[in-house]
């Protein structure tokens, strides 16, 4: 059993900054694949970013979003820059085992764990 905890979310201006830190419970933290999804409201939660031996990001992000893991500390990263008013959504930590083909990652169905979701709002 794997237990998240996501933190950092706020309110920031367009072109600001924002980092994202996502605490996991457990030993084996190295093990899974890490992602964050964003969830805006009236839409469908969509990847972000995941890593896991590989790392991807959604074009929506490349460029913008860097996702870091620090396995010591059981905590993973995402690092928000220039920000966008598009970027508001609710913002999820979700971890997988790493079993599977990279190409099923960017799928939330892939994710046997959850937080509980960090707000993150940009004014234009």
């Known amino acids: 059993q794997v237990q998240l905890v996501e933190s950092g979310g706020g309110l920031v201006q367009a072109g600001g900054s924002l980092r994202l830190s996502c605490a996991a419970s457990g030993r084996t933290f190295s093990s899974y694949v890490m992602a964050w999804f964003r969830q805006a409201p009236g839409k469908e939660r969509v990847i972000v970013a995941w890593s896991g031996g590989n790392t991807y990001y959604a074009d929506s992000v490349k460029g913008r979003f860097t996702i870091s893991r620090d396995n010591a500390k059981n905590t993973v990263y995402l690092q928000m820059n220039s920000l966008k008013p598009e970027d508001t959504a609710v913002y999820y930590c979700?971890?997988?085992?790493?079993?599977?083909?990279?190409?099923?990652?960017?799928?939330?169905?892939?994710?046997?764990?959850w937080g509980q979701g960090t707000q993150v709002t940009v004014s234009s």
């Open positions: 979700a971890a997988a085992n790493r079993a599977y083909p990279s190409s099923r990652y960017s799928n939330s169905g892939q994710y046997n764990y």
